[in-house]
């Protein structure tokens, strides 16, 4: 996960993509969990996706409510992060966007993604 981390903070979404069978590995790791293949290579992914599911968190661990959602990326893998609006403007299958955002945490600042609706809500 530190390379994880160290990409979004170059502001680069990447995550290993075995050799072998070709898929994304995310959460990160360093083993293909679909072969188990440890032939993997950092790839960078495009960022754009569509909303799968949302909800609200309250309490959240970086901020007092956040919307965190899963998106499914363009390159056909899921991933859960924070969403950049209220589940108010939100509904699934709407094209979705990668943002970066600095955060401030108890060892220091990071860099996070999280997903904006690159359309209005339809409905």
Known sequence: MERFFEELKNRKFKVPMCKNCEKYIYPPRDFCPFCNSQDLEWEE???EGTLYAYTTNTGGMLFPEETIGVVELKEGFK?????????????????MKLEFVEVETAEGKITIHKFTPLTPKTK
């Open 79 to 95: 991933i859960l992060t924070l969403i950049g609006k209220p589940i108010q403007e939100l509904e699934i299958g709407q094209p």
């Open 45 to 47: 992914v495009s960022g």
